[in-house]
């Protein structure tokens, strides 16, 4: 599988800031959908925000305001900035890449927002 390597989870209190990191191997990344998703214990896997390869942004209610998602394509690169952080942020991320024939998912990263 191609590799996607998120960084930059980690444990935050309310109110704060952190910034993920999606770093993809792909030789065509640029080509590619890239999006952000979240899981929480017992719950489904749902879209945080996604950009297109030309650059179209769609982000969840729950985080409009809050999350922005931007990619550098030079570097391979898909970045969710968060902040705002609440404790209902608590999940794993995941990035995801999709180009309509093929999708590949990162490990996924934690990020706990507890006071």
């Known amino acids: 599988q191609v590799l996607l390597v998120e960084s930059g989870g980690g444990l935050v209190q309310p109110g704060g800031s952190l910034r993920l990191s999606c770093a993809g191997s792909?030789?065509?990344?640029?080509?590619?959908?890239m999006g952000w998703y979240r899981q929480a214990p017992g719950k489904q896997r749902d879209l945080v925000a996604s950009?297109?390869?030309?650059?179209?942004?769609n982000t969840a209610d729950s985080v409009k305001g809050r999350f922005t998602i931007s990619r550098d394509n030079a570097k391979n690169t898909v970045f969710l900035q968060m902040n705002s952080l609440m404790q209902e942020d608590t999940a794993v991320y995941y990035c995801?890449?999709?180009?309509?024939?093929?999708?590949?998912w990162g490990q996924g990263t934690q990020v706990t927002v507890s006071s």
């Open positions: 995801n890449a999709a180009s309509g024939l093929k999708s590949y």
């Open positions: 792909l030789d065509i990344f640029r080509f590619y959908n």
């Open positions: 950009i297109t390869s030309t650059g179209n942004i």
